[in-house]
């Protein structure tokens, strides 16, 4: 995977955050000889991520870390033009995503999220389209909570039922409490920003408070404002 104009595989920007941490994580546990690097605002709290990691494998002593301000759009290029793939968890993707894709983009980099946002993705998509086609790089959102689960839930469920029309609906129940970005992207979502392009669907009426099935676990359920319907 190395290349030698790029010292990082992957740079992770927004590691010191909650959803970074795990992403970290599972890159230490999963790619233990992969190049690549954390990046953030904090150098304390980056050298405090890493010094974790190292504890779970002194391998990490080789992860690099690199201070950078996402306002700053010639940092955030260098940042981008290291590595092969720029991955960010650093939201609301509104507030803060513009800046991360578009020095990916401009970079040649290929670039991952974890938005659930149907604005900023539909503004990736108006912006950013053709010029990513061109340079043949791979820009793709909503690879966390917002839409991995019904994106493979809905294709395991269609590949199971060869015949006939399908419809596909997920139902959540959650117990445990939203992070700090992740409930900052929520309000964000719901604060009145429409999306627009193909993300946006007409709705004939208003979304209603409906039983779940018995197999859905039961009780009431109330539909989500969230992108998977779309990414699926």
Do not use: N
Request: aromatic share 4%; charged share 20%.
């Amino acid at each position: 995977m190395g290349d030698p104009d790029r010292p990082w595989d992957v740079v992770l920007l927004g590691a010191t955050g909650f959803t970074g941490q795990l992403v970290a994580e599972h890159l230490l546990r999963s790619h233990p000889d992969l190049r690549w690097a954390i990046a953030g605002r904090d150098p304390h709290k980056l050298r405090d991520v890493k010094m974790g990691l190292v504890g779970m494998d002194h391998r990490a002593g080789a992860i690099g870390t690199q201070v950078v301000e996402l306002q700053d759009r010639q940092a955030m290029r260098s940042l981008a033009a290291g590595a092969r793939v720029l991955v960010t968890t650093v939201g609301p993707y509104s507030q803060h995503g513009d800046p991360v894709v578009d020095a990916a983009v401009e970079a040649g980099t290929h670039y991952l999220d974890v938005t659930g946002e149907p604005p900023f993705v539909s503004g990736i998509r108006r912006r950013h389209s053709r010029t990513a086609r061109d340079k043949g790089i791979k820009v793709v959102s909503c690879c966390g909570f917002d839409s991995i689960p019904a994106d493979l839930g809905a294709r395991f469920t269609v590949q199971q039922l060869h015949h006939g029309p399908k419809q596909v609906c997920a139902y959540l129940r959650v117990k445990a409490r939203p992070s700090g970005g992740s409930w900052a992207s929520l309000v964000e979502s719901l604060s009145g920003s429409a999306p627009s392009g193909k993300l946006r669907r007409p709705r004939t009426r208003p979304p209603r408070l409906h039983r779940a099935p018995e197999e859905a676990g039961g009780g009431w359920a109330l539909p989500l404002p969230v992108i998977d319907q779309s990414v699926v």
